[in-house]
């Protein structure tokens, strides 16, 4: 399920202080199990050396059209030829300005004339700079030409300026690298996500709550963008980011989540509740911080509404999933959930605390089916749990379209 998995990817670093970024993306690159290839202008080598980028890709780097050996001035075509996706990062003023205008006057240069694959921009300079009419309309030239841009984030800068400008963080531009390589199944689909926990207050400061980081929900509203959905990610309070180009609502209780949610399903095709909302709140929240007694304080808990059985029972032709994590009888109460909020799929898991369940960055999950059926997956991290949902989610599709033809 690793879209870069065996791609030919080349990483393209120009002269910006932000090139030592570069080392952290190439490692990423390969831990995606792509294959990697790097050209540097001369500028980029005045800040990093060959050398690092050499040991991390374990291939030569291209610094120079005419190096001796090795067929050196031909290596930009081959390169370009076999190149799956590129990546420029940094891109300067500079070379986005010769890439606008066609210029071709050295190896990095050249080698993105000869490309044809998708190629992603990432510009890093001076605010000032990046503001500058000319830079703006260049880069305007190359969304275009057709090149993907990721936008540079904003904060302070190595020269000082604070705006924007910074090169983004090498796990935004691994998201973007792979959005361009996976295939968009899920184009026209929208999709809504509901992800992390609720707070039920007592008082302003206190709540009941749960474990629940957001990471599975967010790993699919970020899954389902990359495969070309339209995607609303309902969250409760995490500290998360949101993924690229994923419109967000944040939401705190339990019944703001459910407001959300009805004020938006209409416009949805599919569901996907992965938040871990709380099944009671306090009767009664205080509006001031609740004092330490001399006394035991005795709460009474009220039901919250329950937002997976309502969507069940006014589901129409919509692809419903659901979320379980248990910590006894997975099956029993799993398929029980299943049946009694009308859905057309669980995924269902057992909390251990160390690599399943609420705050790790893996899990280990079972897909029940409306036909009984049931799909034991192993270990795996959750952005890859969450593609194989995906890819479950787009067969349901398909049998409900002909059940209904």
């Known amino acids: 399920?690793?879209?870069?998995?065996?791609?030919?990817?080349?990483?393209?670093?120009?002269?910006?202080?932000?090139?030592?970024?570069?080392?952290?993306?190439?490692?990423?690159?390969?831990?995606?199990?792509?294959?990697?290839?790097?050209?540097?202008?001369?500028?980029?080598?005045?800040?990093?050396?060959?050398?690092?980028?050499?040991?991390?890709?374990?291939?030569?780097?291209?610094?120079?059209?005419?190096?001796?050996?090795?067929?050196?001035?031909?290596?930009?075509?081959?390169?370009?030829?076999?190149?799956?996706?590129?990546?420029?990062?940094?891109?300067?003023?500079?070379?986005?300005?010769?890439?606008?205008?066609?210029?071709?006057?050295?190896?990095?240069?050249?080698?993105?004339?000869?490309?044809?694959?998708?190629?992603?921009?990432?510009?890093?300079?001076?605010?000032?700079?990046?503001?500058?009419?000319?830079?703006?309309?260049?880069?305007?030239?190359?969304?275009?030409?057709?090149?993907?841009?990721?936008?540079?984030?904003?904060?302070?800068?190595?020269?000082?300026?604070?705006?924007?400008?910074?090169?983004?963080?090498?796990?935004?531009?691994?998201?973007?690298?792979?959005?361009?390589?996976?295939?968009?199944?899920?184009?026209?689909?929208?999709?809504?996500?509901?992800?992390?926990?609720?707070?039920?207050?007592?008082?302003?400061?206190?709540?009941?709550?749960?474990?629940?980081?957001?990471?599975?929900?967010?790993?699919?509203?970020?899954?389902?963008?990359?495969?070309?959905?339209?995607?609303?990610?309902?969250?409760?309070?995490?500290?998360?980011k949101p993924p690229a180009n994923v419109e967000t609502i944040t939401t705190g209780s339990a019944k703001d989540m459910a407001a959300a949610v009805f004020d938006h399903v209409k416009d949805a095709d599919i569901i996907i509740k992965a938040a871990a909302v709380s099944d009671y709140r306090p009767e009664e929240a205080a509006k001031q911080k609740i004092k330490k007694g001399k006394e035991e304080t005795p709460v009474v808990l009220k039901k919250c509404e329950d937002i997976l059985l309502k969507l069940g029972k006014n589901k129409e032709s919509r692809i419903l999933v659901g979320f379980a994590a248990e910590t006894e009888n997975l099956e029993e109460n799993a398929k029980e959930k299943l049946v009694k909020k009308n859905l057309d799929m669980i995924v269902a898991n057992l909390l251990d605390g160390k690599s399943s369940g609420f705050g790790t960055d893996t899990n280990r999950v079972v897909f029940f089916y409306r036909n009984g059926d049931k799909e034991q997956l192993p270990l795996m991290d959750k952005d890859m749990v969450a593609h194989v949902l995906l890819d479950r989610i787009l067969e349901i599709g398909t049998r409900n379209l002909n059940e209904r033809g």
């Open 1 to 240: 399920m690793r879209y870069l998995k065996d791609k030919n990817i080349v990483l393209g670093v120009s002269g910006g202080i932000a090139a030592y970024k570069s080392a952290e993306l190439l490692r990423l690159i390969k831990k995606q199990e792509a294959k990697a290839r790097v050209i540097m202008t001369a500028n980029a080598a005045s800040f990093i050396g060959p050398l690092t980028f050499e040991a991390l890709s374990g291939n030569p780097v291209c610094t120079c059209l005419f190096e001796k050996g090795g067929n050196a001035s031909i290596r930009h075509i081959e390169w370009a030829k076999e190149a799956d996706a590129v990546v420029v990062a940094p891109a300067t003023a500079n070379i986005i300005g010769k890439i606008a205008c066609g210029i071709a006057d050295d190896a990095l240069s050249t080698f993105l004339l000869a490309v044809t694959c998708p190629v992603l921009i990432c510009p890093s300079m001076n605010t000032n700079m990046y503001e500058k009419i000319s830079v703006l309309r260049n880069i305007d030239i190359l969304k275009k030409d057709g090149y993907l841009i990721v936008e540079p984030d904003a904060g302070e800068l190595a020269c000082g300026t604070t705006g924007q400008g910074r090169l983004p963080e090498p796990e935004d531009i691994i998201e973007r690298l792979i959005s361009s390589l996976t295939p968009k199944d899920f184009k026209g689909k929208r999709i809504l996500v509901t992800a992390g926990p609720t707070r039920e207050h007592f008082d302003p400061v206190r709540y009941i709550s749960n474990p629940s980081s957001g990471k599975m929900g967010y790993a699919v509203a970020k899954a389902a963008e990359q495969r070309g959905a339209d995607v609303l990610l309902i969250s409760g309070p995490t500290n998360l």
